[in-house]
C-alpha cells in the first residue's frame, strides 16, 4: 500500500508540473492556429477472435470527444468497452495538450482499463507524456 501511495504522489506531482507548464505555453504561445479549432468526436466498432483456436469471440465499441479548452489548449476524452468471450474489458482516459500546428503537441495522459475474464478481475492505472513534433510541409 506504501508504494502505491508513493507512486501516486509522483504522478500527481508530475500531473501538476506538466499543467503548469501547458498553461504557461498557452499564455505566452500565439500560435498560427488553434490547438483543436471545434468540439469533435469519433466512434469505432470492432470484432474478431481472441484466441489460438479463434473459439473465443470479440467486439467492442471505442470512441474519443476532443474540445478546446483555449486557443492553444485541448482536452481529449477516451472510453472503450470490449466483450471478450464471456468477459468484459473496460476503460477510460483523459488528454490535457497544448498544440501548435506549427510547431507540435505536448501533453499529458491519465487513464485506467480494466479486465473481468473467467472471474479474474484485473484493473491497472496509466500516466504519461506525450509529445509530437510537426516537420515542415
Known amino acids: 500500500m506504501r508504494r502505491i501511495s ?4 509522483a504522478c500527481a506531482a508530475s500531473a501538476m508540473i506538466a ?21 469533435n468526436a469519433k466512434l469505432s466498432l470492432f470484432g474478431g477472435a481472441a484466441s ?10 471505442a ?13 481529449q476524452l477516451d472510453a472503450g468497452y470490449a466483450r471478450v468471450g ?23 495522459y491519465a487513464g485506467y482499463a480494466q479486465l473481468d475474464l473467467s472471474g479474474t478481475n484485473v484493473g491497472f ?4 507524456l506525450e509529445a509530437q513534433y510537426f516537420t515542415a510541409r
Do not use: Y
Not at 470527444?65 to 482536452?75: E, I, S, Y
Not at 468484459?88 to 499529458?108: E, K, Q, V
Open 125 to 128: 492505472g496509466r500516466t504519461g
Open 86 to 108: 464471456d468477459g468484459n474489458f473496460g476503460s477510460g482516459g483523459a488528454h490535457l495538450f497544448w498544440r501548435d500546428p506549427t510547431i507540435g503537441l505536448f501533453g499529458i
Open 63 to 75: 470512441g474519443s470527444f476532443t474540445m478546446p479548452l483555449a486557443h492553444t489548449l485541448g482536452l
Open 6 to 9: 508513493k507512486t501516486l504522489a
Open 52 to 61: 489460438d483456436n479463434q473459439s473465443d469471440s470479440l467486439g467492442g465499441l
Open 19 to 39: 499543467v503548469g507548464v501547458l498553461a504557461a505555453s498557452a499564455v505566452t504561445s500565439m500560435s498560427e492556429g488553434p490547438a483543436v479549432s471545434d468540439a
